[in-house]
């Protein structure tokens, strides 16, 4: 944890659960704990499991021109935002390319919040505040804790009156266990699931609360890398593990557009004024690779890294990759060749002399209509 700058108060909850708290983000992070990690990978498909994402910053924007500030800095339109809904956004720089991804989430009239992870968010929002009438307050006091899973809401519904109809991309304002928190139907993982920011002094007692009241419905901690297994299958991207920031270019600085990334959608219709749009919609049908899935024939798991072969030559590189105990599939999140980028279009994977034969494949893996998150009731 040399380089890390921010503390997160269920640290020793985390050591206690077996983590070296591995630094993400500034923060000692919980990556692994002495569980299985497919053990919580099923706990939060089948039942439920709570982790500790605090690690993602957190930064109130308020003032006059607080909407005028993000509208500039991301792809959407959060004109359309009313108090209590939020949306995931994108961020670019100049050249057109990613630098970060959030959620925006609009508390009021001239108040948001902007949840981002490992990029260029917080410094491109700051550059951007000045000279106006809009403050850029970063909050390392707010914790996150996620709780994730098919369970998730029937846990809550006992606890948090009204929690059944919060709809997909919303938060309200409420009380856990006596204690001020917001809740937002928001998550990382395909599943329904809620994200509970509450003060560093209460976070520890809402997490051993949850967990110890929440063993009756499976619900147990999750490390953080359980992530890494869920967005293999969800389809979630995150930076810069899946850019070429971590994979570059052998011939170009790094910088992906959201054509390659699949994040397009984040750019509301109609909205063409943002910081990068110019360049943006200039790339579009300029793609040198896709992100896409692979499906390996293999009972092994691939490692990001792994360099996907076909027609004789190196088409693409793995950036994420997991083994499903409960469907038996080994998946994974690649980098392709545009032209590979085609579902069923056959390759291979090659990792030392070993090849692995698999075949490009559409995602998300796991529920493509993505019907668990956004159900009702």
């Not at 670019?92 to 001239?110: A, M």
């Amino acid at each position: 944890m040399a380089n890390s700058w921010r503390t997160s108060v269920l640290a020793s909850r985390h050591l206690a659960l077996g983590s070296k708290l591995e630094n993400w983000n500034g923060m000692g992070t919980a990556w692994t704990y002495e569980a299985d990690l497919a053990d919580q990978h099923e706990a939060i498909r089948t039942k439920a499991g709570l982790m500790d994402v605090s690690g993602l910053k957190k930064l109130h924007i308020v003032g006059a021109h607080a909407e005028m500030l993000i509208d500039q800095i991301t792809s959407r339109d959060v004109s359309r935002l009313y108090p209590g809904k939020s949306v995931y956004a994108t961020m670019l720089d100049e050249r057109g390319f990613f630098v970060d991804d959030c959620i925006i989430y609009r508390n009021g009239p001239n108040a948001f919040m902007v949840v981002h992870g490992g990029g260029a968010g917080h410094e491109a929002l700051t550059r951007g505040a000045m000279g106006r009438n809009v403050s850029v307050l970063f909050d390392d006091d707010l914790h996150d804790l996620s709780l994730q899973g098919p369970h998730a809401v029937d846990f809550l519904a006992e606890r948090v009156p009204g929690i059944r109809e919060l709809r997909y991309f919303h938060h309200l304002q409420t009380t856990l266990y006596g204690k001020p928190v917001t809740i937002s139907r928001t998550g990382y993982t395909g599943e329904r699931g809620y994200e509970i920011f509450c003060k560093a002094a209460d976070a520890p007692s809402i997490w051993d609360t949850v967990l110890a009241e929440g063993a009756a419905f499976g619900i147990v901690p999750c490390a953080f890398l359980t992530l890494d297994w869920l967005r293999v299958e969800s389809s979630l991207m995150f930076y810069p593990y899946d850019n070429s920031e971590m994979y570059p270019f052998a011939d170009q600085p790094p910088g992906d557009s959201l054509w390659e990334l699949g994040l397009d959608f984040t750019v509301s219709p109609g909205k063409t004024e943002f910081r990068g749009a110019p360049e943006h919609f200039r790339l579009q049908g300029r793609e040198r690779f896709k992100i896409f899935g692979l499906l390996i024939d293999s009972s092994e798991a691939a490692q990001g890294g792994d360099f996907v072969w076909a027609d004789g030559k190196r088409v693409g590189v793995i950036t994420c990759a997991m083994v499903s105990r409960l469907t038996g599939k080994s998946m994974a999140i690649a980098r392709l060749d545009t032209p590979y980028a085609v579902h069923g279009r056959r390759v291979e994977v090659l990792r030392g002399d070993a090849r692995m034969h698999a075949i490009a494949h559409t995602m998300p893996f796991d529920d493509p209509d993505k019907l668990k998150r956004t159900a009702k009731g």
